[in-house]
Each structure stands twice: as structure tokens, then as C-alpha cells.
């Protein structure tokens, strides 16, 4: 019986459904395991009532896709760490917590601190398990290691979530990674106790040791950042003008090892072992020979997340490509998917995930339509018409997920590709060949990285070219969950016509293209249905009108504010944008406004309905109360700590509602 003949990619969406299914509705562990018994009972009734005519009967297969769901929703259940009764959580106090653990994770560090994902072993002196994130005083230069022991006693807070509308929510990817407390630490203030010598401290020393044998080049920072992350998957050193150039251009994917780079190293390797073809099971050598190197390099880059994502999902694709070429492909991928959700359910909400399988599905799809777009039979032409080809199949395939997160469409994504993916091929398989050199003749290794440094060079000059190019993107795109399901249908059907030259298929693309239609003028217009009243969590204040389809803006930095309005903007629909200085009386319907900032001035006659304090005002809130008596105060974040907590004192005090937006999020009014 060979799995790669059975229906894989239906097994592997029920599987998905059932991980929805707990994430939505948190159901309980009876309550799942009586899922799996019952429908695993029903499986063993039907299996043998079908035993002959395995995939005829219609009931066997229905319950199968139940079953399937049902230990999808088991393996999400199981896999959150809150669900266990030795989860810190469940130890932890209000106050100050021992906390005993090990550094599992080096994350970018920030101007104040580094960062780091700490495993622990116990918590008041229990044993415990589960990760917080821990934010380490830069004071110690030497910082922590992966497989550093340590104990601290610290309070631990709840990671923050998004204070602004729209904002990319923090707290939920690291809940999506079990982690639901963060602490801060100054130096003196953890003890370091050895370290633990697993394969984490394994994988972490091994790059580092690979990352310094790069130090006899004499690289420059760009050009060393941009080899790690091509090499070993290492962003942290990467500047942002480098990545906002590689996003403008449409590139991005190339900074990030996925399945292209892994892609390009099997037919690199493909090529160079294809003598074997011609001995005795030497087709059989050359794929084991082949993935053994693949995961050999997903070992090199430390086996993050992605690295593995992407070996794990080109070694079925190879797999299946070469036992059953075009339908073992697509289950090779679904096996895929079903291994690695297997192993973590959440991957299912990674955008690195999302947007790899759904790059690889649409290249696949659009394979066989290749071939009728070559106009030479010259192999380097039909090898850059391969390129304009694979990159526009693989953007068709990401756009919904693309103009969803990232609500931006590069228009000279093809242009960018065109040089950049040759050019990052040739740094890629040149750079790997020079790491082994670095350690066996570096003498050769210095030739190769001066080609490399020219190589990055002209790279990150081309794509800083396109990335500048006037209209050269399309930014702000409104677009909602609603709307990608709909344009995947869109693209389904489109598909679905290249396949089937019929009448229905046509009409099927047609109704899909109306419904979108229709979906996106009913949201619309539902936006535009509603005002609303907003001041937001920000250093330098910011509040806004929404009036219809329009808002205005009222703040005197708008350059600090520029990513809190666009990402409102782009949730809102909004076709009018207006950006004015904060004023002093706004009028919100029949509700009066008073913002007193630092000039502490106010009329006592206006008798306001809401009180915005900005800018930390010298006034005597009491007095304000008594005089104006309005229905609710509200700080923003421009105000000091201290002085956020002396009002809130005093409004529980004088009975009247008060809202801190650096406590509470942004304050909303309809």
C-alpha cells in the first residue's frame, strides 16, 4: 500500500479544519477525545464494511475525513502549552516569580535590550514548563547564549497587544508560539548558572562558528548581512533601508531561505550528479544523495522554522515527482503539510507557511502552460522566460495572502526577478562553496568572496533602483479575510478555465469575478455606514473623525504617526484622508471634546463630554472635574507613568471613567 496513491490533499484539509475548529472554539479534552473515539469506532465499522471496494464507499470515506479532523483538532489541543497542569501560568503569582529556565532562542534585539526565548524548568520552585520572552539590559556586552542556564526574580507581565486599530498584534504570533509573558531584566539581576549542552546550544555554536569563518573576507555589514541571510538564514543583522528596498521591489522572498533557495540548490545539484543516472540505481543514489544534502544544509542554517518548512516540503515534492511525477507532486506537498502540522499545528497561521505553499501549489498549476510561452529554442532565453514565468505564478499565488498582510502590490516585481533571482542563485551555491573553503583552502575561499561581494553589490544597487522608481507599487491597499477567499476562488476558477476550454468553467469565472465585485461594494459600503471617534495609543498624540467614507487626522507629528494612520486607512476602506494640527475643541456629533496639553489652558465654560489629556499638563485634575463634569477623561500616551497613575487615582476617586491608552489601547467612540 503506498501512501503517494491516496487522496492526500483532501486527509490533509480535513486535518486543517479540525486545527480551526479547537482554535475557534476551544473545545475541551473530553470533548475531543470523545470525538476520536466515536468517529475512529465508526472508521472500524466502515473499514471492514468496505474492505473490498476501499474508496467506492462513500460512507468509509466520509468518516475518514472526520477522523482525520478530529486529530486535528487533538494535535492543536495537545500542543498548547496552557492546557497542561505544570504550565507556569498555573504557578506563577502576582508578584515577583523565581523563575529557573534555559535560553532556547536568540531573537533581534532592540536599542535597549537583547532579546531572548527562555524555556523553563521551574517557577517558585516547582517544576514547570513553557517559554516567556526576556528582554536582557544591554549593560552585560557579553549578553546570554543559547543553553545558558539562569534564574532571575522577576514580576511577569502579559506580552502586549495591538493598542491601534489594525495594528499587527504582537501578542497573538507569540501566543501562536506559546509564549504569553514577557520580563525585563537589568543586568544585575540574573544569575547565570552553566550551560546546557543540547542540540539548541548544538545548532547555535555551529553557526556561529560558520558566521566567523566569514571574518577573513573582510566583508562589509550589508555585504556580510545579505550572505547570512542567503546562507544561513540569519536576518537579525539585516538594516531596514535594506529590507524596505527588497519589499518596494518585490524581492523580499530572497532574504528569507524558503523554497525557492532550496529549489535552486536541487537543480544545482540535480545537474552535478546526473552522471549517476547512467549506472544501476543510480536515479535512486542521486535522490538520496540529494535530500541527505538538502537537510544537511537545513542542519547548517541552525533548522529554524522555515529551513525546515522548506526541506521538509521539497523532499516529498521530489519525492513524488519522481515515483508519480504530476499527481504524486501535488500529494507530496499535502504529506508535507500534514507532517509539519503534525508536528505543529500552528504553522498553519504563519505567513511563512501560508505564502510557501501557496507559491509552490501555483507554480505547479501554471507548469504545463509553460512551454507555450517559449518564442526561442535557445536555452538562455527559455531560461529567463523560466524566470518571468515561475515568479509570475508564484505572485499569483500570493497575491490574496499579499495585499492581505502586507496591503501592498509591487508592479515591478518581474523586472526585479529577472536579474535578482540568477544573481542570488549564482551568491547562494558560489557562498556555500566558499564556507566549506573557508575551513579546507582559503586561499581559493578569498578568491570566491570577492566575486560574492560584487555579486551582492550589484544585487542590492539593482534592487535599490527599482525600489525608488516613481509608482513603481501600489501601498495601502485595503483588503480583508472576506476578500482573499473570494479572490482564491477567482484564481480557482481561472485555473480551473486553462484546465477545461468549457462553457461552465467560463461562467464559473465569471460568477466568481462578480461576487468579488459585489463582495468588496457590500464592505464598502458597510464602512461607510458608521462614524467613529478615536484617540489613539501614541507617543505623539494622535486622535481622528471618521465620517462616512472620510477622516481627518488631527496630530503635530504626523511623520511619527504615518504608520498608525496608514494601517487605519487600509482597515477602514476610507477614500478621503485629511491630516490637521491638534486642536484644542474638536465637536464629534453632539459630543464636545476638550484636549488640554501642555499649555495647560481650557475654557471652564465649554463643559466638554469627553477630556483628552495630551503632552503631560500641569492642571489640578480635581478642579477640572468639579468645573467642566465631563462623562469620561482619557490619557494618551505622550504622558508620563506617574502622572497617568495620579489621574486614574483621582477619577476612581471622583467616580468618573478614565482611560489610559498605554494600559487600555486606543479609546474608541461610535
Same mark, same amino acid.
Given at each position: 500500500?503506498? $501512501? ?15 486545527? %480551526?475548529? &479547537? ?42 475525513? @472526520? %477522523? $482525520? ?73 557579553? #549578553? %546570554? ?11 511577569? &507581565? ?12 504582537? =501578542? ?15 543586568? &544585575? ?57 527588497? +519589499? ?69 515534492? *521530489?519525492? #513524488? ?7 504524486? $507532486? ?25 505564502? *510557501? ?10 507548469? /504545463? ?21 515561475? =515568479? ?24 526585479? !526577478? @529577472? ?53 513603481? +507599487? ?8 472576506? @476578500? ?27 460568477? =466568481? ?20 471617534? %478615536? ?8 486622535? +481622528? ?15 511619527? !504617526? ?37 499649555? *495647560? ?15 503631560? /499638563? ?11 463634569? /465631563? ?25 468618573? /471613567? ?13
Amino acid at each position: 500500500m503506498n $501512501v503517494l496513491k491516496y487522496p492526500m490533499i483532501t486527509i490533509s484539509i480535513s486535518f486543517v479544519i479540525g486545527i %480551526l475548529v &479547537n482554535y475557534f472554539f476551544l473545545l475541551s479534552f473530553t470533548q475531543i477525545s470523545l470525538f476520536v473515539f466515536f468517529f475512529f469506532s465508526i472508521f472500524l465499522f466502515t473499514f471492514f464494511r468496505a474492505r473490498k471496494e476501499l474508496f467506492q464507499d462513500i460512507y468509509f470515506g466520509f468518516n475518514c475525513y @472526520l %477522523l $482525520v479532523a478530529s486529530l486535528g483538532s487533538m494535535a492543536h489541543y495537545l500542543n498548547s502549552d496552557l492546557n497542561y497542569e505544570n504550565h507556569y501560568s498555573k504557578i506563577m503569582v502576582n508578584e515577583k516569580n523565581e523563575i529557573i529556565g534555559t535560553v532556547s532562542t536568540i531573537i533581534k534585539a532592540n536599542e535597549k535590550y537583547n532579546k531572548y526565548i527562555v524555556a523553563l524548568e521551574k517557577c517558585n520552585n516547582k517544576k514547570s514548563i513553557g517559554k516567556i520572552l526576556l528582554y536582557y539590559s544591554k549593560e552585560d556586552t557579553l #549578553g %546570554l547564549r543559547v543553553g545558558q542556564r539562569i534564574v532571575f526574580y522577576e514580576k511577569l &507581565n502579559k506580552t502586549p497587544k495591538a493598542f491601534n486599530p489594525n495594528q499587527f498584534d504582537y =501578542s497573538k504570533y507569540l501566543e501562536k508560539q506559546n509564549i504569553y509573558h514577557q520580563v525585563f531584566c537589568k543586568q &544585575n539581576k540574573i544569575v547565570k548558572l552553566g550551560v546546557v549542552k543540547g542540540y539548541e546550544y548544538f545548532f547555535q555554536e555551529m553557526r556561529t562558528k560558520l558566521r566567523e569563518s566569514f571574518s577573513i573576507h573582510g566583508f562589509d555589514v550589508k555585504t556580510r548581512s545579505i550572505l547570512e541571510a542567503l546562507i544561513l538564514g540569519q536576518r537579525s543583522y539585516m538594516d531596514k533601508e535594506t529590507m524596505n528596498d527588497y +519589499s518596494k521591489a518585490g524581492v523580499i522572498h530572497i532574504l528569507a531561505i524558503s523554497g525557492l533557495h532550496i529549489g535552486i540548490l536541487f537543480v544545482f545539484l540535480s545537474g552535478l550528479l546526473k552522471p549517476l543516472e547512467k549506472k544501476k540505481y543510480g536515479r535512486y543514489l542521486k535522490l538520496i544523495i540529494i535530500i541527505t544534502l538538502l537537510w544537511g544544509f537545513a542542519i547548517i542554517t541552525g533548522f529554524s522554522a522555515s529551513v525546515a518548512r522548506a526541506v521538509t516540503l521539497f523532499t516529498f515534492v *521530489s519525492i #513524488g515527482k519522481f515515483y508519480y511525477r504530476q499527481l504524486g $507532486v501535488y500529494n507530496g506537498i499535502a504529506i508535507s503539510a500534514l507532517a509539519l502540522l503534525a508536528y505543529n499545528p500552528n504553522f498553519i497561521f504563519d505567513i511563512g507557511f501560508q505564502l *510557501s505553499y501557496s507559491a509552490v501549489i501555483s507554480i505547479l498549476l501554471f507548469q /504545463p502552460f509553460y512551454e507555450k510561452a517559449y518564442f526561442t529554442k535557445n536555452k538562455v532565453g527559455i531560461y529567463f522566460i523560466d524566470i518571468i514565468l515561475v =515568479s509570475l505564478a508564484a505572485q499569483i499565488g500570493v497575491l490574496p495572502l499579499s495585499l492581505y498582510y502586507f496591503n501592498q502590490l509591487p508592479l515591478l516585481f518581474l523586472v526585479a !526577478n @529577472l536579474l535578482v533571482i540568477p544573481v542570488a542563485s549564482g551568491i547562494l551555491i558560489i557562498g556555500i562553496i566558499t564556507l566549506i573553503l573557508n575551513f579546507v583552502f582559503q586561499p581559493l575561499a578569498v578568491i570566491l568572496g570577492k566575486i560574492i561581494t560584487y555579486l551582492i553589490w550589484l544585487m542590492n544597487n539593482y534592487v535599490a533602483y527599482i525600489s525608488k522608481i516613481e509608482k513603481g +507599487s501600489i501601498n495601502n491597499i485595503s483588503f480583508n479575510l472576506l @476578500l482573499v477567499v473570494l479572490l482564491y476562488l477567482f484564481i480557482i476558477a481561472l485555473v480551473f478555465l486553462m484546465y477545461n476550454r468549457k462553457w461552465y468553467a467560463f461562467r464559473n469565472l465569471i460568477f =466568481s469575478i462578480l461576487l468579488f465585485q459585489v463582495a468588496y461594494v457590500l464592505i464598502k459600503k458597510n464602512e461607510a455606514n458608521y462614524d467613529e471617534f %478615536l484617540v489613539y495609543n501614541s507617543k505623539k498624540s494622535l486622535i +481622528s473623525i471618521k465620517r462616512k467614507n472620510q477622516a481627518i487626522f488631527y496630530t503635530n507629528s504626523e511623520g511619527n !504617526n504615518n504608520i498608525i494612520i496608514d494601517d487605519y486607512i487600509q482597515s477602514t476602506f476610507i477614500d478621503s484622508v485629511k491630516i490637521e494640527p491638534l486642536q484644542n475643541v474638536l465637536l464629534y456629533n453632539d459630543r464636545r471634546v476638550l484636549i488640554i496639553d501642555s499649555n *495647560s489652558v481650557y475654557r471652564i465654560s465649554l463643559k466638554p463630554d469627553i477630556v483628552v489629556l495630551t503632552y503631560s /499638563p500641569k492642571i489640578n485634575l480635581e478642579r477640572l472635574i468639579s468645573e467642566t463634569k /465631563p462623562q469620561i477623561i482619557i490619557a494618551d500616551n505622550s504622558n508620563p507613568f506617574y502622572k497617568i497613575e495620579q489621574w486614574k487615582t483621582t477619577c476612581r476617586k471622583e467616580k468618573i /471613567p478614565f482611560h489610559a491608552t498605554a494600559e487600555k489601547g486606543f479609546y474608541r467612540l461610535k
